[in-house]
Structure formats: C-alpha cells, structure tokens
C-alpha cells in the first residue's frame, strides 16, 4: 500500500503461489524503506581500517565505480583475476534472488574462480550433497498428493512460508507429518510424530529407521532393485565396484557385476546405457556371493547387502542412547513413513550446519530412496519448468580456472568444484596468502563478519585487504571494513525479474516482472545496476548487452516465449501451463531410460565417487568434532550440547534495527531447559554468557521445558541497535558479543563441503550482570 509517494503497508496476495502467508519481516518492510539507517550515498574511506573513525567521504556514482574499476584491473593485472575475490549474500536471506544471475555472471567475466556464497552454511547439503545418491538437488514437496510430509531440521514457520502453508494443506487432506528437530518449534507442534534428536546425531538416526524399514520389510523393494545400484557387487579387498575386468583377461573395466537371481550367476551391467546384459534380468538386491574371478574365486557382497549391515548396527535402542529419542519412536517413524507414504521431504540447515552434514544427507536421502516417492506423485517432484536462457555466464570462465578455486584440492567434491568457496578458506587465503594471496574483494550484501564462525578472523582478513568493494543497504560489521561502500536500494524500490517460484507445478508457471512502487531513497541503486555499470567500466560491455538491461532480460525469457512488454503490462505476473510427467528416470517408454544423473545412472546407496576421493562409500555416522561422547575432559568444562536456530522475527544478521521487530524480540535469547538452568541458579529474563572451547556470546535465558536439558539453543545475528527504541547493539566479537557464532571455531570442518559446527557444538552457560 502506497499512499503519497510512501510505502506504507505491504499485504499478503493469495493470489500469487507464493503470497498467501505474510512473515514478520514483510510486514515491516516500511520500517526497512525508511530506516535513519539506509545508506542512501556512495561513500570512500579516508583514514586507516584499524582508526575508529573510518572519516567516510561521501562521493559520485561515478567516482566510487572509476575508483572501484581502477583498483580492481590493477589487482587483476598484478595477481591475476583468482586474486580478487567475490562475496554474496544468501537469496534466501534477502532479496538477491532476481540479481544472482547476474551477479554471477560478473564473477564469471572477470574469471574469478573464488565467490563465498555461504552455500556451505546454507543450500549446498540440500541441493548438491543430495546429488551424490539421486543425482540433483532435492525437489519440491509434491503436496497436492502426499500422504506423508517429512520435515528434517526444517522449520518453514520461520524460514519458508510457502512450505509451511502446504505442509498445513497437505495435513488439512489427511497427509501424516513428521518432524525432527531438537526444538518443538513451529510444525512440530502439529506433527503426528515429532523426534527430539539430539544436534549433530541425525546421520545415526537415519541410519536407525532405515534399518527398521529393512528389517521389516517396509521398503520398496521393487525401486531399489531396478533403480538403484544396491545390486552391484563391491570387492571386499578393494572397496571398488567389481567389474569385468576382475573376472576375466580382457573384461571391461567399465561394465559392472550384480548377481542374476533368476540363473544364478553374475551378470553385467553398463552404466553407459543403464542396461544389464541379460535379459529380463533379475538382481539380486541382497546376499553375498561367491564369483569366479580371474585370479581365483572372489567373494561379494551387494551394495545394498553393505548398506544393510551398516544399518543394523544401529538398533533403534543403540541409536535411541547416541540420538537421545525413544526407540518406541525409531520404530514407530519408519512404519509411519512406509505405511503413510508417498513420503515428501524437506530439509535445510538443521542437516547442513554440522562437520558430519555430507554423510548425513546421504543417510537421510537413502531413507527418502526406500520409499520409492522419488519423482513419484506425491513424492518430491522433479516440476517441469519455464524455459530460458542460461544467463550466468559459465562458459566465459574455463575449467583451468575454475579448479583454482581456494579448497578446490583439498575438497574437489564440495563447493570449490562449481568455484564456491567457504569463509573460512577466503579468510586463510586473506591472512596467509596460501595457496595463494586473496588482496582484493567485492561484496554484495554479505556480512561475513557476523554471519560465519570465527568472525574476528573475517575481521583481521578485511581489515589487511588492498581494496574491498561492497554494497548494501546498512553499514554492517564486514561492510564497516570496505574502501568503497555502495548504497543498494530496497525491493520496494526497483524492478525484479523472477520466473519460477519453486514450490508447486502452477507456480513454476509463472513469469514476473515485480515493478517498483516508491522512488529509490537517495541514490540508492539496484544490485542489477551496479552489475552492469560495473561490468562496463571493466570491458565486459559486450557480455553484458553493453549496459542495457532490458535488452539482458528479453534474451533471458526469448525460449519461454513471454516478452518483457507482456510482463510490464502484467505486473501481478504472466501464466504458462505447465504438465508434469512423473518418474522421468523411467523414460517414456520409448528408447532407453534416462535413469539418474550419478556415476551409475541408478540411485547411489554405494558411491565409487565419494571412495575414490577418499569419503565412506556408504553413509557412515561420525560424530561430531566437539560433541558429548569426545573427550573427557572437554565435556566435563563443557557438559551441554550447544546449537542454534533461525527466528521468526528477523532474517539472519538483519533487521534489529526495525522498531516494528525489534519490539517483538528486544534482546538476544539464550533457550535452555528449566532443570539445567535451576541446577545455574539461572531465571527467565537473566543475562547468562555461553561459554565454548572458542568463545563466548550472551543473552537472556528464555526457559523452554519441550528441550532436552542437555541442550542450548543460541541465536547468532546481533549486532544492530534500534535507536528509535533506545535498545543496545552489540559488539560482534568482542567479550561481551551476543552473536553467537563468535563462539563457534571454524578449524574444525566436514571434509566434502566444509562447514563448520554451527548447530553442534559444545557449551557451559552462567550468569553474568548486564
């Protein structure tokens, strides 16, 4: 709602797929437009990173890109273009989804391999760690057929309202909805079955209830022994697929062994043409096997037989005692997602902000696979979508180098393989120049400061910089550190391209050219904008359509067949009918199966990759680096279970300048249960300070009995005071931080995607005096 020139409300729209549901922070998107706060100018530091007053001097667009241009062509010319690093902020955190192409392909001209996206803290476990068993990300929730909505260390209440409204809709027609979480937050409070599993325990857990489901039987057995390659024989000596070759001179090493139960004799299998030899083959999906090798007899077990075994060995009362759930729960969750199926699953950060989060997704995902709802309706669908144009650029960048991404040889799985690098790997590359000097940086929007563990590591990196560029919307902790800071300006307050909107097969569908409604705030400028001027001024002119930005539009939406002009006179957005074909993998029935885009072209449960770059071929539970069953003499100083959890109220390091939240939630909490918290002589509403084996962060104790007591629950995020309230900020690092990842260490990481122990980690709380 505009009402002279101002903003003044923005309310939901059921009518768009994604708009019947409001957040908190929506709502408050006035405060947002017109907060003292905005930086509304370009602006140049004059004095010394480490002065307290940074003397900003406000200056010319043109002056802050000539500046910013010089600075980085002659990095680029003395250290080559990997010198020069980028950083940008979460699309689901902000409103930098319409501009990531773009920004992408930026990074790409200026051939930077080296882009910290915080993928590693974010979506990289849901949508690329899940590649290594089906081959693509995880899909949507197919909630219009579901019969079961799982939902694993994800809390859309607070996250994702769209999944949330479905989940209710889904449950609303019956659905069964089964929640795992430490907290009983958001849905789990309307869960049929909700686990307390203790943080960082989730790979243990999976591999409880798949070993239930096959023990009993409750699995699709059918699915498993067509599509995925648990029938294929593995070499006990070797670990490696048995091939051909091993059974005969001249064999190919390329054709795979699996069991003919039908005949009673090893068969091949050519992942090439995703084909078995014989005919009306029939593998065996289970047993051990004695085949005649070409040295002499090998004995073999199938992949999924390994799988098996791995599983029993977590018998739901082991699992209950490393998991701190019930058995009775264990049990009762594997026949709920049998019988209530078709299962459709989602999980995010709860999973993937642990140093065992790459195998967790695995042993999560191979439980989601027993189901057979993959691609199924009712499962998690693979929806079909608009086409368009590619726009981010990678062809611009070669595959030389793009392998000199920072990590890339340490974790050429992980997120340096698609030129992502973590924070962690950026700060050592800053502070040590290895493997080899970071000096410059262009940052939009992150604030790696306060968002990532070990912040007053980010700091010392920034602050030794030659020239950090970096645009937003406040003058944050990491932006603080920058020599030219660019003011952005708000959604409200530019045009946005989106096509697509994810969470069903209509919203796919829609095209929409979201148009501004309030005139910029000062000379704030769109992310898009600074793209293209940047780009310009770099050379890439004719990468980037020379400037013109509509003209970059009409080549991205050419294939859907949707003009710019049609989506400027449609603002509510413009709608293709879409059909779905479900279970893709099996083809169409003519020609030959697509299969899975994995190795083997079936469901991975055994993955050769993963083994040969040194990672358990099945998904092996390995607890946490600090967590209570470690050392001895570190549980003993540090007995709770340290984790943290998103709010309702604001989106990770933003918005506690906004009175309309910071009312809502005026000082940091700190959740524990009430037994821990008597047995501290701690009361609801005391200061108390977390103390970790890295750090330290306060907050006041909110008691909440639905906890285990042997876990905390941080926030991380503050920093910001909200003057118009007189509420406090906060140091991000120093002493007396409440931001919680200043007690988290970054040393400790999982070993394919690199994420720190963000959500399981090791604490002590006490009292303290504010």
């Known amino acids: 709602m505009v009402e002279d020139g101002r903003l003044v409300a923005v309310e939901p729209d059921p009518a768009h797929p994604t708009g019947a549901a409001l957040c908190a922070k929506g709502r408050a998107a006035p405060d947002l437009v017109y907060s003292p706060d905005r930086l509304t100018h370009p602006l140049k530091r004059t004095r010394p990173k480490g002065d307290p007053d940074p003397g900003w001097q406000r200056i010319t667009w043109d002056e802050a890109l000539d500046c910013a241009t010089r600075e980085l062509n002659a990095l680029r010319a003395r250290g080559g273009p990997e010198s020069v690093a980028f950083s940008v902020t979460s699309p689901s955190a902000s409103a930098m989804s319409d501009a990531i192409p773009w920004v992408e392909r930026l990074i790409n001209a200026f051939n930077s391999p080296n882009w910290c996206y915080a993928t590693e803290l974010c979506n990289w476990h849901k949508d690329y760690a899940r590649k290594f068993t089906f081959g693509v990300g995880v899909p949507a929730l197919d909630f219009e057929r579901t019969g079961c909505v799982l939902l694993w260390g994800h809390n859309p209440s607070t996250s994702w309202l769209a999944v949330a409204e479905g989940t209710l809709a889904a449950k609303a027609r019956g659905a069964r909805l089964v929640v795992v979480d430490p907290r009983p937050a958001g849905l789990a409070n309307k869960a049929d079955l909700w686990l307390r599993v203790r943080p960082g325990s989730d790979g243990a857990l999976a591999l409880a209830i798949a070993g239930v489901m096959i023990a009993e039987g409750w699995y699709d057995e059918a699915f498993m022994r067509d599509w995925s390659n648990g029938p294929l024989l593995v070499d006990p000596t070797t670990g490696r697929f048995l091939t051909a070759a091993d059974l005969a001179s001249g064999g190919s090493e390329g054709h795979l062994v699996a069991w003919d139960e039908a005949r009673g004799c090893p068969m091949l299998y050519d992942p090439a043409s995703g084909r078995y030899a014989a005919e009306q083959a029939r593998p065996a999906l289970l047993g051990r096997f004695v085949v005649d090798g070409r040295d002499g007899p090998i004995v073999c077990r199938t992949g999924f037989e390994m799988y098996r075994e791995l599983c029993s060995g977590y018998a739901p009362e082991r699992a209950a005692a490393l998991c701190w759930v019930d058995p009775a729960e264990i049990r009762a969750m594997a026949r709920m997602l049998w019988e209530s199926g078709p299962v459709a699953y989602y999980g ?75 924070g962690r790997d950026l700060c050592d590359a800053m502070l040590t120049g290895r493997p080899y000097p970071v000096r410059g940086l262009v940052g939009f929007g992150a604030n790696l400061v306060v968002s990532h563990a070990d912040g007053a590591r980010a700091r010392a990196a920034l602050a030794g910089l030659d020239f950090y560029l970096h645009a937003d919307l406040f003058m944050t902790p990491t932006a603080a550190l920058a020599d030219i800071v660019l003011p952005v300006s708000t959604a409200w307050e530019r045009e946005g391209l989106r096509v697509g909107f994810e969470i069903s097969q209509a919203a796919e569908g ?219 900020g906060y140091d991000p690092v120093g002493l007396e931080s409440a931001n919680y990842n200043a007690a988290i260490s970054a040393d400790d990481v999982d070993p394919v995607s690199g994420v720190p122990s963000h959500r399981s980690y090791l604490c002590e709380v006490r009292k303290v005096s504010q």
């Open 348 to 422: 995010w950060t709860g999973v993937g902000q642990h140093t065992n989060a790459t195998q967790t997704d695995r042993a999560i995902a191979l439980v989601c696979a027993l189901t057979g709802s993959f691609d199924a309706p009712g499962g998690n669908v693979i929806f079909d979508r608009l086409a368009t144009n590619d726009v981010r650029g990678s062809e611009l960048m070669s595959v030389e180098q793009r392998q000199k991404a920072i990590g890339f040889e340490r974790r050429p799985l992980g997120p340096p393989r698609d030129g992502w690098v973590t």
């Open 510 to 728: 829609l095209a929409q050219l979201r148009a501004p409604v309030v005139q910029p705030c000062g000379e704030s400028r769109s992310d898009i904008w600074m793209v293209f001027e940047l780009a310009r001024r770099l050379g890439f002119g004719a990468q980037f359509w020379d400037g013109d930005i509509d003209a970059a539009y009409r080549y991205m939406l050419a294939p859907s067949g949707i003009s710019l002009e049609e989506l400027r006179e449609s603002p509510e957005g413009v709608h293709r009918t879409l059909h779905t074909r479900h279970r893709k993998y099996a083809g169409d029935g003519t020609g030959v199966a697509p299969g899975f885009a994995t190795p083997t072209r079936k469901v991975e449960v055994y993955s050769a990759l993963l083994l040969e770059h040194g990672q358990a071929p099945l998904p092996e539970f390995v607890e946490p680096a600090l967590g209570p069953f470690g050392s001895r003499a570190v549980t003993q100083r540090f007995p709770l279970v340290l984790t943290c959890a998103k709010t309702a109220t604001f989106c990770h390091s933003q918005h506690r300048n906004l009175p309309h939240l910071r009312r809502q939630m005026p000082y940091p909490l700190v959740e524990l249960h009430p037994t821990a918290a008597a047995a501290r002589g701690v009361a609801a509403g005391d200061w108390i300070e977390v103390e970790t084996p890295h750090g330290r962060a306060r907050g006041r104790a909110a008691l909440r009995s639905g906890l285990d007591a042997r876990v905390v629950v941080g926030q991380h995020g503050w920093w910001q005071a909200c003057s118009e309230l007189g509420l406090p």
